[in-house]
């Protein structure tokens, strides 16, 4: 199975900032890369797929880069509304396999 | 309203059986293949089994095969999810989803039921 590890596992931040979180896949995953957010009590939304490309409805201060093993998922300005957990997610090969969740919280 | 609404789950021994269902609403069901996938606060986001939009290809992770059943209904949008001889490490919420083949992605949840398996 492809491991998939994100970094930081939680950050504080404040309304405003630019936030970054890491995604290191154990193999090469081509462009199958996706990233999930989710928020108390609710289900994973997909915000991006395809490394870089923005579910519909998603603002635009979301962005998503990398390529191989290694991607990023960037907030420009983070939002009151984007403190949740984020996941990203490979579906390069079965079984598709979850990083374990960076939670952004408040500063 | 595109719409996932799972249901079934709930307290069960262990060893014993539940079943859950998925009900889709507001998209064209049998467009997707359908998955199951829990959550755990230990394991976080687990992948568990997945369908074809004609059930011709089933999958399961390793963890649950020989133990769950997935099966759909296209004529009644339903998914569901048989599991038998239920462990404790089954605990979990479960969400059921639909996998979108052009983007290679979940992207459409329901809002989970949760399964506890304790005596």
């Known amino acids: 199975d492809i491991q998939m590890t994100q970094s930081p596992s939680s950050l504080s931040a404040s309304v405003g900032d630019r936030v970054t979180i890491t995604c290191r896949a154990s193999?090469?995953?081509?462009?199958?890369l996706n990233w999930y957010q989710q928020k108390p009590g609710k289900a994973p939304n997909l915000l991006i797929y395809?490394?870089?490309s923005l579910q519909s409805g998603v603002p635009s201060r979301f962005s998503g880069s990398g390529s191989g093993t290694d991607f990023t998922l960037t907030i420009s300005s983070l939002q009151p509304e984007d403190f949740a957990t984020y996941y990203c997610?490979?579906?390069?090969?079965?079984?598709?396999?979850f990083g374990q969740g960076t939670k952004v919280e408040i500063k | 309203e595109v719409q996932l609404v799972e249901s079934g789950g709930g307290l069960v021994q262990p060893g014993r059986s539940l079943r859950l269902s998925c009900a889709a609403s507001?998209?064209?069901?049998?467009?997707?293949?359908m998955h199951w996938v829990r959550q755990t606060p230990e394991k976080g986001l687990e992948w568990v089994s997945g369908?074809?939009?004609?059930?011709?290809?089933?999958v399961y992770a390793d963890s649950v095969k020989g133990r769950f059943t997935i099966s759909r209904d296209n004529a009644k949008n339903s998914l569901y999810l048989q599991m038998n001889s239920l462990r404790p490490e089954d605990t979990a919420f479960y969400y059921c989803?639909?996998?979108?083949?052009?983007?290679?992605?979940?992207?459409?949840w329901g809002q989970g039921t949760m399964v506890t398996v304790s005596s």
């Open positions: 507001g998209f064209t069901f049998d467009d997707y293949a």
């Open positions: 997610q490979q579906s390069y090969s079965a079984p598709r396999t």
């Open positions: 989803a639909s996998y979108n083949d052009l983007l290679r992605a979940f992207h459409i």
């Open positions: 193999q090469p995953i081509s462009s199958y």
């Open positions: 369908i074809s939009w004609n059930s011709i290809s089933i």
């Open positions: 395809a490394i870089s």
